[in-house]
């Protein structure tokens, strides 16, 4: 007999309409200039015909990370994006109807997977001033809770966690035996890590990604840290061959390449601080302390004016409802300057 799955028809997911051609994208949390076009026609130069025919193997890119991350490949798993990780962590570490803690707003596939699998996602709201009390996260993490998700920094919110605000959680969890995932997909955008505690202990991961700082979204390669035999509890799920031989080429080269990654910083660093210095001069509230994102209180209608820069200045954005004190805001993803020009350009057009 034909069969459905309740739990997959029930999803509520919201997929992308938007094609890209001719607009500027800062709805996606992308670069959006990219890597430098002759550093990506060098690693091109490369490829060949027997690195497209053949499946790509990981262990020689494994081992490149490992060495920049000050490991060895027993605590890494590649993944296809850091979502297919995360995905993993939820199959592997929680059962059916099995607890997961994670604040709200947060990145949507934590709950989307929770509801996929049968698991019981409990959000932890942000204050009305947009802050994040650990305490009501800790309050929520119960002697029947499985896993606890945070991300460091946050998406959308920005906002992050000292490492005694982290260490208050880390000794509840490991009190109550819950597992933590913390997803540091914004890493470099915001230098403060946790990795630390992913490679000296047990039952905590690091999700991250190649898709933001990186500019390799295009690509989907991500990689999971934790402790060896949990990592191979994740990498069982895997699929064969489930990261590709481009992305771990191209990725190498970003590593090895000599100041390429800060390169990339300096330029990003260079844009958000052109963004926050004009807003604060044109008077926009703004929020968001660190990731290449940031929540913009607009003096107008917010959903108009992601309408109109879509239709009249081809440039992307996001509208976020009820954040809190801001009310309805703008999310814009944040690039080079000359990115940020165009967007407060046509900002300073359209909202008035």
């Given at each position: 007999?034909?069969?459905?799955?309740?739990?997959?028809?029930?999803?509520?997911?919201?997929?992308?309409?938007?094609?890209?051609?001719?607009?500027?994208?800062l709805?996606?949390?992308?670069?959006p200039?990219?890597?430098?076009?002759?550093?990506?026609?060098?690693?091109?130069?490369?490829?060949?015909?027997?690195?497209?025919?053949?499946?790509?193997?990981?262990?020689?890119?494994?081992?490149?990370?490992?060495?920049?991350?000050?490991?060895d490949?027993?605590?890494?798993?590649?993944v296809?994006?850091?979502?297919?990780?995360?995905?993993?962590?939820?199959?592997?570490?929680?059962?059916?109807?099995?607890?997961?803690?994670?604040?709200?707003?947060?990145?949507?596939?934590?709950?989307?997977?929770?509801?996929?699998?049968?698991?019981?996602?409990?959000?932890?709201?942000?204050?009305?001033?947009?802050?994040?009390?650990?305490?009501?996260?800790?309050?929520?993490?119960?002697?029947?809770?499985?896993?606890?998700?945070?991300?460091?920094?946050?998406?959308?919110?920005?906002?992050?966690?000292?490492?005694?605000?982290?260490?208050?959680?880390?000794?509840?969890?490991?009190?109550?035996?819950?597992?933590?995932?913390?997803?540091?997909?914004?890493?470099?955008?915001?230098?403060?890590?946790?990795?630390?505690?992913?490679?000296?202990?047990?039952?905590?991961?690091?999700?991250?990604?190649?898709?933001?700082?990186f500019?390799?979204?295009?690509?989907?390669?991500?990689?999971?840290v934790?402790?060896?035999?949990?990592?191979?509890?994740?990498?069982?799920?895997?699929?064969?061959?489930?990261?590709?031989?481009?992305?771990?080429?191209?990725?190498?080269?970003?590593?090895?390449?000599?100041?390429?990654?800060?390169?990339?910083?300096?330029?990003?660093?260079e844009?958000?601080?052109?963004?926050?210095?004009?807003?604060?001069?044109?008077?926009?509230?703004?929020v968001?302390?660190?990731?290449?994102?940031?929540?913009?209180?607009?003096?107008?209608?917010?959903?108009?004016?992601?309408?109109r820069?879509?239709?009249?200045?081809?440039?992307?954005?996001?509208?976020?409802?009820?954040?809190?004190?801001?009310?309805?805001?703008?999310?814009?993803?944040?690039?080079?300057?000359?990115y940020?020009?165009?967007?407060?350009d046509?900002?300073?057009e359209?909202?008035?």
């Amino acid at each position: 007999m034909y069969f459905f799955n309740s739990k997959v028809a029930n999803l509520h997911r919201i997929f992308d309409q938007n094609e890209r051609k001719d607009f500027l994208r800062l709805d996606l949390n992308e670069n959006p200039g990219g890597l430098p076009e002759n550093f990506i026609k060098k690693v091109l130069d490369g490829v060949t015909p027997q690195l497209v025919s053949q499946y790509p193997e990981t262990k020689h890119f494994s081992e490149v990370l490992a060495k920049h991350l000050g490991t060895d490949i027993s605590h890494l798993c590649l993944v296809n994006g850091s979502a297919e990780g995360i995905r993993y962590i939820i199959q592997a570490f929680t059962s059916e109807n099995g607890r997961i803690v994670g604040v709200v707003p947060s990145y949507f596939m934590f709950q989307v997977y929770s509801e996929m699998y049968g698991r019981n996602f409990v959000k932890v709201p942000y204050n009305e001033d947009l802050t994040m009390d650990v305490d009501n996260i800790i309050a929520e993490m119960t002697g029947d809770t499985q896993l606890l998700i945070l991300l460091n920094p946050n998406n959308p919110m920005g906002n992050v966690y000292t490492d005694a605000e982290f260490e208050k959680i880390l000794k509840v969890a490991k009190e109550k035996e819950i597992t933590v995932l913390v997803d540091e997909a914004y890493h470099y955008f915001y230098p403060k890590t946790f990795i630390k505690y992913a490679l000296n202990g047990e039952h905590i991961f690091i999700t991250r990604t190649f898709s933001k700082l990186f500019s390799m979204a295009g690509c989907r390669l991500g990689y999971v840290v934790g402790w060896a035999e949990g990592v191979r509890m994740v990498q069982k799920l895997c699929t064969p061959h489930n990261t590709n031989a481009f992305a771990m080429r191209i990725a190498e080269a970003v590593l090895e390449t000599p100041g390429m990654l800060d390169e990339l910083i300096a330029k990003f660093t260079e844009g958000r601080k052109f963004l926050v210095d004009w807003l604060d001069r044109n008077g926009y509230p703004h929020v968001g302390e660190a990731g290449n994102f940031i929540f913009i209180k607009p003096k107008t209608d917010a959903a108009a004016i992601v309408d109109r820069m879509k239709e009249e200045k081809k440039i992307l954005i996001k509208v976020y409802p009820g954040v809190g004190k801001f009310g309805n805001c703008l999310r814009v993803s944040i690039g080079e300057k000359v990115y940020m020009q165009r967007f407060v350009d046509a900002l300073l057009e359209l909202d008035k």
